[in-house]
């Protein structure tokens, strides 16, 4: 009897791998033919390079990373966004390309990650102009955003029914603290810095007088600039502009207002505009445009990176940043401080990598691992030369891992500082035990060993709050010794600009934040320039991830239905997820409290 139960359990045990087996082969297949399914076409002959702005474009896309992403993929959905970096290469590759005419741009619904990134794909257009060629834009309704980045072109068209959104921009917190009341959840905010106003959301119904002063001026930056290039593009003037955006639903009545306005060239279907860009290439009515998608031209693209065994490596730290990895399939996202640390480590030991570029877009995020990575970038620094590339976001945290760097470099639009540091505390007493009546007893050895129950359920916690308020107030003095030591400023004058305080990149270099206003290929030659190399080759870190390491590595159940969820908490939504989010997060936090999407 002992035997037949070991070769039925022997049995069951080898089905169970071997149906793993299939499974996970099953899902190589899969993965196979989805990644196989975009092919590289060709540039032919008096061709266009179609650019779409549509979907969510940011500055790297990590792709398939999750079973939830595969699925939404091969059900026709869109989740491998263009990244910029194979938009800029397709623009810069078009523009030396003889076979290329022109450049089309088929504008829709699209949302970029941040100022910078729409300004980056708008100066890379005005660029391609320069060789001569041309550039059309055409879409059914123009978004501000979009509109922004296609007021570039030589000419832009309208549909019969369609509208230009130019109604300025505007910087919207939600807060949470009436939802939370309601069901009996309070917010310990500690915090330093009277600018740093990530705890509000959490703690106010609505935006206090310093938050509304340095998001104002921040947006002002931004719409100053956007102003001023569409008006140039446009052949107009920024008071013009400003006139439209304040009285747009009164003046813009008809798609013949657009016109007068300046803000389009011509209205016409979508065939009749296929028919423009014909006779832009000067091609017959029966014959078809030979178009090529961005995608494609990246691909074609000669490398820019070149081959040299002097390497200049550029390392993407992109999205929060957190102590830990989220664990199954379905999460994850951000950086986690002691792998970034590692990663770092590795470039400070590879002989053959002259210098670093840090390409940096982060709101911060805990600041126990923000102040490691920051460790590390100074031992780098120690061994070779630290160039910072800000993309649309470095603050808070990404500040701190920014400051040892030799030189920190940023985009014009580049949201930055917020050096300051909070800490929040939930209290759920008014729902576990006002409400649902759930009691706590025990014993302890000493005063504080029940410190964290008290303060999640208890009532007479100043004290509590006292110490934790000097552990927050210890982390600002660090916040501030390390940017003194970074940027080589006293402290009292980083205290001066710090405070929490968010600022624009063209600010930030007025407050020596940062040294210079430059791209991420300025920051590579820069980078090369610190290390003395003139012939270098650029690598690029870490790579995508890899959806089958996150099936071994993390094979945890998690929930699929994320979207379902989302339609079933409607407003309640965001608030949730915040709560789930601050499960993974440290209590020490030097993050920014919004997260910025260009519409």
Request: proline letters at 2%; charged letters at 25%; one cysteine or more.
């Amino acid at each position: 009897m002992k035997d037949f139960f070991k070769n039925v359990l022997a049995t069951i045990v080898g089905i169970m791998l071997l149906g793993f087996v299939f499974v996970f082969f099953g899902l190589f297949s899969i993965i196979g033919m989805v990644a196989s399914s975009k092919g590289t076409a060709t540039a032919k002959e008096n061709s266009v390079l179609v650019l779409p702005l549509k979907g969510y474009i940011m500055e790297r896309d990590e792709g398939i990373t999750s079973v939830q992403d595969m699925y939404y993929e091969m059900n026709g959905n869109n989740v491998e966004n263009v990244e910029l970096g194979d938009i800029v290469k397709a623009i810069r590759a078009a523009k030396d390309n003889d076979k290329i005419k022109g450049i089309y741009i088929d504008a829709g619904e699209a949302a970029f990650d941040s100022y910078a990134t729409a300004a980056t794909i708008r100066r890379e257009l005005a660029d391609f102009k320069k060789s001569g060629k041309w550039v059309m834009a055409y879409a059914d309704d123009y978004t501000q955003s979009v509109y922004y980045v296609a007021s570039v072109a030589d000419s832009i068209f309208l549909s019969n029914e369609g509208g230009v959104d130019i109604s300025g921009l505007s910087s919207q917190s939600l807060y949470y603290k009436g939802v939370y009341d309601k069901v009996g959840i309070n917010y310990y905010a500690l915090r330093v810095g009277k600018y740093k106003s990530a705890v509000e959301p959490l703690t106010s119904s609505s935006m206090s007088e310093s938050a509304r002063e340095q998001n104002m001026a921040c947006i002002t930056t931004v719409w100053n600039g956007m102003v001023n290039d569409m008006a140039a593009s446009r052949n107009t003037t920024p008071e013009a502009l400003n006139h439209v955006a304040d009285d747009s639903l009164a003046i813009l009545a008809t798609t013949q207002d657009y016109m007068k306005t300046h803000l389009i060239d011509g209205v016409c279907y979508r065939d009749e505009m296929v028919q423009k860009v014909k006779n832009r290439l000067g091609i017959a009515d029966d014959k078809r445009i030979n178009h090529i998608a961005v995608t494609d031209m990246a691909s074609l693209a000669h490398t820019e990176d070149g081959s040299s065994d002097n390497k200049i490596a550029v390392y993407y730290a992109s999205g929060e940043i957190f102590d830990a990895e989220a664990k199954g399939m379905f999460g994850g996202g951000g950086m986690v401080g002691n792998k970034v640390a590692r990663d770092l480590q590795k470039l400070a030991k590879d002989d053959e990598v002259k210098a670093v570029v840090l390409r940096v877009n982060s709101p911060g995020g805990s600041a126990v691992a923000s102040d490691l990575i920051a460790h590390a970038v100074e031992q780098l620094r120690a061994k070779k030369p630290v160039v910072v590339s800000m993309g649309g976001v470095a603050a808070s945290g990404g500040y701190m891992m920014s400051a040892p760097a030799n030189y920190i470099m940023a985009e014009p639009y580049t949201i930055t500082g917020s050096i300051g540091i909070f800490a929040i505390i939930q209290n759920s007493r008014g729902l576990w035990t006002d409400k649902v009546g759930l009691t706590y007893d025990g014993v302890k050895t000493n005063r504080n060993g029940d410190a964290y129950l008290r303060l999640s359920l208890g009532k007479d916690n100043a004290d509590l709050l006292a110490y934790f308020q000097t552990y927050v107030n210890r982390g600002y003095d660090d916040f501030l010794s390390a940017v003194s030591k970074g940027r080589k400023l006293s402290r009292e004058a980083v205290h001066e600009v710090a405070q929490g305080r968010v600022w624009m990149a063209s600010d930030a270099l007025k407050c020596k934040l940062v040294d210079e206003l430059g791209t991420l290929d300025d920051a590579i030659k820069k980078a090369a320039t610190l290390a003395k190399v003139t012939d270098y080759s650029v690598t690029r870190t870490p790579q995508k991830s890899d959806l089958l390491d996150r099936l071994m590595k993390q094979f945890e159940p998690s929930s699929p239905f994320e979207e379902q969820l989302q339609l079933m908490l409607g407003a309640f939504y965001e608030p949730v997820m915040e709560m789930q989010l601050d499960a993974r997060r440290n209590r020490l936090q030097a993050r920014l409290p919004y997260r910025t999407t260009f519409k």
